[in-house]
């Protein structure tokens, strides 16, 4: 039992985070993905949609800590009727009410008078599109026919990728990815979440969606590069505000945010892959 918690304890301090609750969370988190998509995908929207809210509220108040000023309650409903939209009029929905949720915003920040406005209206801005528009495309994948299968896919996808590279970090890494970003991301850990990913995606594709497995491949790719770009997208926003992390929710991840990071840029590119090949396939 001691070496057990010694191995734990240089894992966690290599990696920055705690294993064990990591594990126990992200499992959590799956089985209520999986059980609400296969049976009630209107209660996966729901806990999707009130994991965006709670991601919303950790930003604005990082953004707060820092004197920047967005106002959740207004951004709150705006970021609701996004998902509500895309979950109910697809891709147009998605579209329609980001354009109406963004004048809304830059109007009330109007009220407010002109001084800070482009620092205070930029950032409602960002809020209202990270996370809420790029959220509205799990919605899109969510809402189809085959949305199980294709949240399945991106879940595969999001879940290869962090597991391998986290363990590929934590056994091999040496070289940083982005220093100056995020210190404990290596090249080692990127290379070894793209091959895991690659071979997860090509065996989705081809046993859920249909494709053959050199177009999961690489979609899973395009997956990955996106996901890395989501962490370090949200790595960059905690060094710029100097907090470790978003929030407290998750033992072992930190906040909301630092959970769904990868996954809320990693749905448009999936979503974009499955509709060019619809198209074009």
Known sequence: ?????????????????????SIVVGLALLAIIFSTMAFIPVLFATFV???????LRELTSAFAAREISTNYLHLAPATALILISAWVGGLPGLAVSVVIALIAILFLGLLKGTEGFVKHATASAFALLYP???AGFIFLLA??????????????????NDTFAYLSGVLFGKHPL??????????????????FTAIGSALAFY?????????GALAGVAGVLAATVGDLVESAIKRDLSIKDMGTLLPGHGGMLDRIDSALITAPVLWCCIELLKRFA
């Open 1 to 21: 039992m001691s070496d057990l918690h010694s191995i734990n304890e240089a894992i966690n301090k290599r990696a920055g985070r705690k294993l064990i609750p």
């Open 49 to 55: 949609g009130v994991a965006v809210l709670i991601a």
């Open 132 to 134: 809420g528009f790029v």
């Open 143 to 160: 809402r189809s026919g085959d949305g199980f299968s294709y949240i399945s896919t991106l879940v595969i996808l999001v879940g290869c």
């Open 178 to 195: 982005a220093a100056k970003i995020s210190p404990k991301k290596t090249w080692e850990g990127f290379i070894g979440g793209l091959v």
């Open 207 to 215: 046993y859920l969606l249909g494709h053959h497995p050199l177009i």
